[in-house]
C-alpha cells in the first residue's frame, strides 16, 4: 500500500505536465488565429480607406446615371465590408479574453507546477506543511484556512497547522461529523454556498473543504475559512488548484511523515543496538 502511495506521486506528476502541456498547444492556437484575424482586418480596413481616397472622375451627359448606380453599389459592398469588419472585431474581442484567461490559468498551472517541486523537494515534515501553507496563500488567496490530517486509529481529523486561526484553540474532528467530518468521510469537496457570518460558525461551516487524497486513501482536508481582501470569491481554476494541490499536498504529507516514522525507528533500533553491545 505505501509502495502504491509513493509511486502515485510519479503519476501526479504526468498528469499535470500533460494539463499544462495542453494549455501550451491551446494557447499557441489562440495566437495563431488572432493573428490571422489581425490580417483579416488590416486587409478590410485597406479596402475601406480605397473607397474613400479614390479619384472622382470627371464626366458629362449620361455617364453621370451610370456613375451614380456605381456608387449606389459600392456603396452597398462598403455596408458590407463595414459589418463583416464589425463581426472580425468582435470575434477578435473574443478571442483576446479567450486568450487572457488561457495565461492566467496557464500562470497558475505554472506556479502550481513550481510548489509541487518545493512540495517534494524536502522530507521534513514541518517544512512539508509550511510550502502547503505558502501555496494555499499565494496561489488559492485564502486568508484563514487550516489542514487537519486523519488519525486513523483514532478515527480523527487532527489540526495540523493554520493561517490566521488558533491552532491551539482547534478541536480534532470525528469522522463524519459535521461538514467537515462529512466531506472527509464521502472524500469529495465541499462548497459553501451560503456561507455564515460569524467566525465561530465558520470554523464548523468553512468556504470550502479539500479532501487530501493518494488515490482512494484520505490522508487529511484543507478547511478554507476566509478568502483575501482582493479575491472576491473562487473562480473556476481555483476548482483544478483544489484537485492538484490535494494530490500533491497528500503524497508530500505522507512520504514525510513516513520518512519521519522511519527515522524514529532508526533511532530506535541504533539505541537497542548499542545496548546490546555495552
Known amino acids: 500500500m505505501k509502495d ?29 488565429d488572432n493573428e490571422q484575424l489581425r490580417f483579416r482586418v488590416v486587409k478590410l480596413e485597406e479596402a475601406l480607406k480605397s473607397r474613400y481616397d479614390a479619384p472622382v472622375p470627371k464626366l458629362g451627359g449620361d455617364k453621370y446615371e451610370e ?3 456605381k ?22 474581442v473574443g478571442f483576446a479574453q479567450r486568450y487572457i484567461d488561457v495565461e492566467e490559468q496557464n500562470n497558475n498551472l505554472a506556479n502550481l507546477y513550481v510548489a509541487s517541486f518545493q512540495l517534494h523537494s524536502t522530507l521534513n515534515y514541518e517544512e512539508v506543511l509550511q510550502i502547503i501553507l505558502e501555496i494555499i496563500i499565494n496561489l488559492v488567496g485564502a486568508e484563514e484556512f487550516a489542514i487537519f490530517l486523519l488519525d486513523e486509529k483514532r478515527e480523527l481529523l487532527v489540526p495540523a497547522a493554520a493561517e490566521g486561526q488558533d491552532l491551539e484553540g482547534m478541536s480534532p474532528i470525528t ?20 456561507p455564515p457570518s460569524t467566525p465561530a460558525e465558520l470554523l464548523e461551516n468553512p468556504l470550502v473543504c479539500i479532501p487530501l487524497m493518494i488515490k482512494d486513501e484520505l490522508i487529511g ?57 555495552q
Open 4 to 32: 502504491d502511495k509513493i509511486s502515485s506521486l510519479f503519476d501526479k506528476g504526468e498528469e499535470f505536465l500533460e494539463i499544462f502541456r495542453k494549455g501550451q498547444e491551446f494557447t499557441r492556437d489562440l495566437l495563431k
Open 67 to 69: 456613375l451614380a448606380r
Open 71 to 92: 456608387v449606389a453599389l459600392y456603396e452597398l459592398k462598403l455596408s458590407e465590408l463595414e459589418e463583416k469588419l464589425n463581426e472580425v472585431e468582435e470575434e477578435n
Open 175 to 194: 469522522m463524519g461529523e459535521g461538514v467537515i467530518g462529512a466531506a472527509a468521510q464521502s472524500q469529495e469537496s465541499y462548497l459553501n454556498k451560503n
Open 221 to 277: 482536508i484543507i478547511n478554507i475559512y476566509k478568502l483575501l481582501q482582493q479575491k472576491e470569491e473562487f473562480v473556476p481554476v481555483d476548482f483544478e488548484l483544489f484537485t492538484l494541490l490535494a494530490g500533491h499536498a497528500a503524497t508530500a504529507v505522507f512520504s514525510s511523515r513516513l520518512y519521519s516514522e522511519s527515522r524514529r525507528k532508526l533511532t530506535t533500533y541504533k539505541g537497542f543496538l548499542n545496548l546490546l553491545s
